[in-house]
């Protein structure tokens, strides 16, 4: 009978899934150093990597982690909350401030967008927003209980896509002058 190799994480607890031993058994190779060289015995590229395999271990962990990650009655918030609202509090929240960028980075990305795909910029960042680590919220404080409630996609797409509307026409008007200085027009 074979020896099954078992690789354990720091508690001396078995790990789930596939291990950096089985990326070395899948790519049939004889020991790490060739897996890490892409060696294989029959002179074939190994595609199974030790690193991908521990990166997806880790998100499958995480993904664990965070699988309750409140969206409902949430207490405190975290840096990676987009928080609903208007004055100061809410502008000058770390996650706030970061989503904003992420929409100005993306304006061009949504100006230069058929109208059909405009909505899909919106989504992407709101895709990304949650995939964070611990994942990213949209929120929104209920006033009478005094608890922040998540306001869902439709509403963070609706949010999302005004932002990336904001300042457009100026954008636009801005490309279109660089378009004829670049072809030799008088603007």
């Not at 690789?7 to 890490?36: I, L, Q």
């Not at 998100?59 to 664990?64: A, L, Q, Y």
């Not at 999302?160 to 670049?182: D, F, G, H, N, Y």
Request: hydrophobic share 25%.
């Amino acid at each position: 009978m074979a020896e099954e190799n078992v690789e354990v994480n720091e508690d001396g607890e078995k790990k789930n899934g596939p291990t950096a031993s089985d990326a070395t058994a899948a790519c049939g190779v004889e020991s790490m150093e060739d897996k890490e060289a892409g060696n294989k015995s029959d002179g074939e590229k190994c595609e199974i990597k030790g690193e991908d395999i521990n990166k997806k271990e880790e998100k499958s962990e995480n993904k664990k982690k965070y699988a309750n990650w409140p969206l409902k009655d949430v207490k405190e918030t975290h840096d990676n909350d987009v928080l609903y609202g208007r004055g100061g509090g809410t502008n000058h929240h770390p996650g706030n401030k970061l989503y904003r960028k992420m929409v100005e980075d993306r304006k061009l990305d949504y100006v230069n967008s058929k109208r059909l795909d405009k909505p899909l910029v919106a989504l992407e960042i709101i895709k990304f927003w949650r995939s964070q680590e611990p994942p990213g919220r949209f929120l929104k404080l209920d006033e009478k209980s005094g608890l922040w409630q998540d306001v869902g996609d439709k509403k963070a797409r609706e949010k999302t896509s005004q932002a990336l509307r904001e300042r457009a026409p100026e954008i636009r008007r801005k490309q279109e002058e660089e378009e004829m200085v670049k072809s030799g027009k008088d603007p």
